[in-house]
């Protein structure tokens, strides 16, 4: 895995991450779901790898995933003795370490390829799951946030329902099953909505269209 690759790789650990999650809230129980949760760092680790180059892991940055895998190894303690807002912090962290780096090699370096392409791609997802989390930590804090959600569910309950609406006010569909009430989770709302309209109108339908000015040059020489 290096640079020409590696968005490739993020891709698809992005994609198992989300798969699993919805997975394991559809055909297990809640101790599966928090065991998906705590095993999906793992996958984190994968994308940590492939962000920005080989010497990441001396990085700074890569104290987050090695302090998730710890706290997942003891997620069932921490959880009971109401630590999970100390998980789901770590997980904010590493979301949106691992979104910069991902911004700064498709945006700051070297011509745009398909693999900066797919960066793209995975920087809109690591957005959604960025935002994910804050819903989960706003529900979990203040729990009128979002009155179709319990005010009784655990992190890992609660946080594939707001990876489903995250995505779906990131597109901005907006179905209405899940609905904020409180003016925080309001302005997260509307403020996720927003970036991700201006990220695909403006960030990736300029990133396409140097790719494709790009090739036509090429084939006219």
Not at 80 to 94: C, E, P, R, T, V
Not at 155 to 174: A, K, M, N, Q
Not at 175 to 203: C, H, K, M, N, W
Request: glycine share 4%; charged share 10%; net charge neutral.
């Amino acid at each position: 895995m290096d640079e020409r690759d590696n968005f490739v790789y993020l891709t698809f650990a992005l994609i198992l991450l989300l798969l699993s999650t919805a997975a394991a809230q559809q055909f297990f129980d809640q101790s599966m779901q928090r065991l998906v949760q705590s095993t999906t760092v793992m996958t984190l680790l994968v994308a940590v790898w492939g962000v920005k180059s080989k010497n990441f892991i001396l990085r700074k940055a890569f104290i987050f995933p090695v302090a998730i895998l710890l706290v997942a190894l003891f997620s069932n303690w921490l959880d009971d003795a109401g630590f999970d807002q100390f998980y789901l912090l770590l997980l904010l962290s590493f979301f949106i370490s691992t979104a910069i780096k991902t911004a700064r090699q498709v945006l700051f370096t070297g011509d745009i390829d398909g693999n900066k392409i797919l960066g793209a791609i995975c920087l809109y997802l690591l957005m959604g799951l960025i935002w994910a989390v804050l819903y989960t930590l706003l529900q979990l804090e203040f729990s009128g946030s979002f009155p179709a959600m319990s005010s009784h569910s655990n992190w890992f309950t609660l946080f594939p329902e707001f990876i489903y609406f995250s995505f779906v006010t990131i597109t901005t569909l907006g179905f209405g099953d899940i609905s904020p009430t409180l003016p925080v989770a309001r302005f997260l709302v509307y403020l996720e909505a927003i970036v991700g309209q201006f990220y695909l109108a403006i960030l990736v339908a300029s990133l396409v269209g140097s790719r494709m000015s790009s090739l036509s040059s090429h084939k006219t020489k």
